[in-house]
């Protein structure tokens, strides 16, 4: 149980390109989601959270304009990366966690963003 | 504040030797404390977690860990290690309710030699 399906795996794309990835908790109610950035042999960089129905948190230093997120449903966000540049290639990884106060986070396989 | 300071970067252990991965914490509150393993291009899967029940918790594939409050510390150990547990791993403190944001270790990375 508790499977995060993450989608695409891998994109690359031309820069100034939007990407859109999405996450999806297939068997199990999402009420909250993360988004993740890791850089190469690094920890991972909590980028966003969000609710179901509500607008997302951003962390301190995350562009909102630039990383669209939207949790529109129980088992569906997604991150929009606007106007892509070769800095934002990275590794994005989204987690999501049901109700209860000790759920943990289960997390998809992440997408590898390349923009050329 | 809440900090998790996982005190090795790399680890190397002989194929069915035991494994030690040290982490220790610090939190204000009764802390929810996990252990996630990496593998290369993947996500995250979660190996254990000790949310205030068991101090000596047991996870998947032969881990376990134990919560010690007086050292707070929360290491993942494992009897014999195997090739398919070479990977990262992040020992993990969750915020208080509300937020239920993460505070990730700096990883390490273990090494299973043939």
């Known amino acids: 149980g508790a499977v995060v399906s993450q989608h695409p795996s891998w994109v690359i794309c031309k820069s100034g390109t939007s990407v859109k990835i999405e996450c999806r908790s297939l068997?199990?109610?999402?009420?909250?989601m993360f988004w993740y950035r890791q850089f190469p042999k690094q920890s991972l960089m909590l980028m966003a959270t969000s609710n179901e129905g509500s607008k997302a948190t951003y962390e301190q230093g995350v562009e909102k304009d630039k990383f669209l997120i939207n949790h529109a449903s129980l088992t569906l966000s997604t991150l929009t990366v606007t106007s892509a540049h070769p800095e934002d290639s990275s590794f994005y990884i989204c987690s999501a966690r049901g109700r209860g106060s000790n759920q943990p986070q289960h997390f998809g396989d992440g997408t590898r963003l390349s923009i050329l | 504040a809440q900090s998790v300071t996982q005190l090795d970067s790399h680890v190397s252990v002989s194929e069915g030797t035991p494994v030690l991965l040290r982490c220790n914490y610090s939190?204000?509150?009764?802390?929810?404390l996990f252990w996630y393993v990496q593998h290369p291009n993947k996500g995250l899967q979660l190996l254990l977690k000790y949310t205030s029940a068991a101090t000596l918790v047991k996870g998947i594939n032969g881990f376990e860990a134990e919560f010690k409050k007086s050292e707070t510390s929360f290491h993942l150990t494992k009897p014999s290690a195997h090739m398919s547990d070479a990977a990262e791993y992040f020992c993990?403190?969750?915020?208080?309710?509300?937020?239920?944001?993460?505070?990730f270790g700096t990883g390490t990375r273990l090494k299973v030699l043939a």
């Open positions: 993990v403190v969750s915020a208080p309710s509300g937020t239920y944001k993460y505070i």
């Open positions: 068997d199990f109610q999402a009420t909250t």
């Open positions: 939190s204000s509150y009764s802390p929810s």
